[in-house]
């Protein structure tokens, strides 16, 4: 997306119509800080996207009672008004499902609690857990882990956070006090002090982003940029700073996220409408989301005030070359998606696993995505984009799969009948002994 520098006088007059439109959590702390452009306040203020993501919300939902917290809706079926809704057809071409294998030859892992993250590559899929990172082929053949567990060279303690670029051929993970870096014949390359423990993105071979967790609400870098020594070169101040309130809900869907589009690192932090891209290690603004009366309200977060409630919050985003997907919850999870090539806010949301008690076991919650009406199998959840941007992907323990196809079936008149015989097939023959992760993987339309 090209932008543009405007004057201050166009950019005063954009301000002013945003922020009458909606409720933001903090372009007014941005925006004041734009005027200062000092060496660790870099902001460019282009013309952003705006996104009326509410509108969007009140055309397709009927509310149902609120709860008696105030602002969180529950939504129960009778309730929910599904013209419109996109499913599974409407954004992919393809869907295709990877089952991923215990052992080979040399080595057996089973994949438990703790899973971090599934990246997907060309020839790849890798597999971050808390205390191991996992590699397998396309096919889901096992084919080596990656490091261990240690303090020596090329160990580490945790995995807290970890990226993994195709085109460099590295995985990138942050564990305690530092940084290492892999190719992908699992071989230890480098590692580079690290103070932070936050979703880190190359920038290039000389410096990392890593975004800054804000849990305690009083942490005063939002972002910051590392070179190969592991020095701050670059850091970005919050502004939204506050005492932290007993009721507010703190974990990873308030953290901030960082992802990449193409070679274009974008960052959208917590309790913000904003999502940004850094570019000329400048935050430039990329996507305003314009929640209308869904914004949370700046007082829910700055206050103490256990009457006070969460309102809405987004828990990632994801670009591809056609669309922009945010999975979110207002009190119920749905994902927004912009079509960038029609220019269209359309809302996808799975009615249908609301009716299994099973889908709640294994569906995590705000990732409830597209009803699956190309093979009738599972709704396609966000997890994670390739690194190509142009498959999304969700995951599920083999086990827990099994048992909810056992229980719930699959849809009848699906659009590609040989695919769900093909699914039923590669169902029926999940054994946990053999078996890890279930991955589902649809490509997006371009």
């Known amino acids: 997306m090209k932008t543009k520098r405007i004057s201050t006088l166009a950019f005063a007059c954009i301000a002013f119509a945003v922020t009458m439109s909606t409720v933001s959590c903090q372009s007014k702390q941005d925006k004041k800080a734009a005027s200062k452009q000092s060496k660790d306040s870099a902001f460019v203020f282009t013309t952003p996207k705006v996104l009326n993501v509410g509108a969007v919300i009140d055309k397709h939902f009927k509310f149902g009672t609120p709860r008696e917290n105030g602002e969180n809706y529950l939504i129960p079926m009778e309730y929910v008004d599904t013209t419109g809704f996109l499913s599974l057809s409407d954004v992919a071409d393809d869907v295709e499902y990877v089952l991923l294998k215990t052992s080979n030859e040399n080595q057996e892992v089973f994949i438990g609690q703790g899973i971090g993250n599934v990246f997907l590559c060309k020839d790849y899929i890798f597999v971050q857990m808390t205390d191991n990172i996992i590699q397998y082929d396309r096919e889901g053949n096992l084919i080596r882990t990656i490091g261990r567990k240690g303090g020596g060279p090329g160990e580490y303690n945790w995995v807290y956070e970890m990226t993994v670029d195709d085109k460099t051929k590295k995985v990138i993970i942050s564990t305690s006090g530092k940084i290492n870096e892999y190719d992908f014949d699992g071989k230890f390359i480098r590692s580079q002090k690290n103070t932070y423990a936050d979703q880190l993105m190359p920038i290039d071979s000389n410096r990392i982003a890593v975004e800054v967790e804000n849990t305690w609400h009083d942490v005063k870098e939002r972002l910051v940029i590392l070179n190969r020594k592991g020095e701050v070169e670059k850091s970005f101040p ?145 997890d994670a984009i390739s690194n190509d941007n142009k498959y999304i992907i969700s995951y599920y323990y083999a086990s827990d799969i099994k048992e909810y196809f056992d229980e719930a079936g699959y849809e009848a008149d699906p659009k590609y009948p040989e695919k769900q015989e093909k699914l039923k097939t590669l169902v029926n023959s999940i054994d946990e002994n053999k078996h890890n992760l279930f991955i589902m993987i649809s490509k997006l339309k371009e």
């Open 238 to 382: 919050r502004y939204q700073l506050f005492e932290h309130a007993d009721n507010v809900v703190t974990g990873s869907a308030y953290t901030p996220h960082l992802t990449k589009f193409q070679d274009i690192i974008c960052f959208s932090e917590a309790f913000n409408d904003t999502i940004f891209e850094l570019k000329n290690d400048e935050l430039q603004m990329r996507y305003y989301l314009d929640w209308g009366k869904y914004a949370m309200k700046p007082e829910y977060y700055y206050k103490k005030d256990k009457n006070k409630k969460m309102g809405k919050i987004h828990y990632s985003f994801y670009e591809s070359d056609r669309y922009l997907i945010i999975p979110s919850s207002i009190g119920f999870d749905f994902t927004v998606v912009y079509d960038k090539k029609k220019d269209q806010i359309k809302i996808a949301f799975s009615t249908k696993f609301l009716k299994n008690s099973l889908f709640s076991k294994i569906m995590k919650s705000g990732e409830k995505g597209f009803l699956n009406d190309m093979d009738g199998g599972i709704a396609q959840a966000v």
